[in-house]
């Protein structure tokens, strides 16, 4: 039976800081309130997607293209996005340097983390912001009611 390690410590020693500052408090603060944010976002989106409406069945290119035409739902699926990306990385920041050992595994493995954190949030940033409801050259009974054919 294989045992997972205790997180290590960092021993304090000559030139060792035994604080990180307050930026571990900020972090863990957001955690927090970004946690309780994310929860209001998350279940009022499933609401308005699965209860309120026709359910499950409903949601489709129309369904998306109509919500995505009120600035109000792109703000709040971006900040959806962004506080997820944001709670989420902060979290596998914190295993990151709770397990790994090695300096050089915790860097490629918080290189790895940014890198995909930032494709996420730019790729999902663009999609919000530049979603197009009615492609041109598209069939008329696969648009949304409110794009002319």
């Known amino acids: 039976m294989t045992t997972i390690p205790a997180p290590r410590t960092r021993a ?11 930026w571990e408090l900020y972090g863990w603060v957001f955690m927090r309130a970004s946690g309780v944010v994310l929860l209001v976002l998350i279940f009022g989106h499933l609401f308005v997607n699965l209860v309120a409406g026709e359910g499950i069945s409903a949601i489709d290119f129309g369904f998306v293209a109509g919500k995505w035409a009120s600035p109000f739902w792109q703000i709040w699926d971006l900040l959806m996005l962004w506080l997820a990306m944001i709670h989420g990385t902060n979290g596998v920041r914190t295993i990151i340097n709770d397990y790994a050992r090695k300096d050089g595994t915790r860097l490629v493995l918080k290189l790895a983390l940014y890198v995909a954190f930032t494709v996420v949030v730019v790729l999902g940033t663009l999609v919000i912001f530049t979603f197009d409801p009615c492609p041109p050259n598209s069939p008329a009974d696969l648009l949304p009611s409110f794009c002319t054919a």
Not at 12 to 22: D, E, F, I, M, W
Request: hydrophobic letters at 10%.
């Open 12 to 22: 304090a020693g000559p030139g060792r800081r035994t604080s990180r500052g307050n």
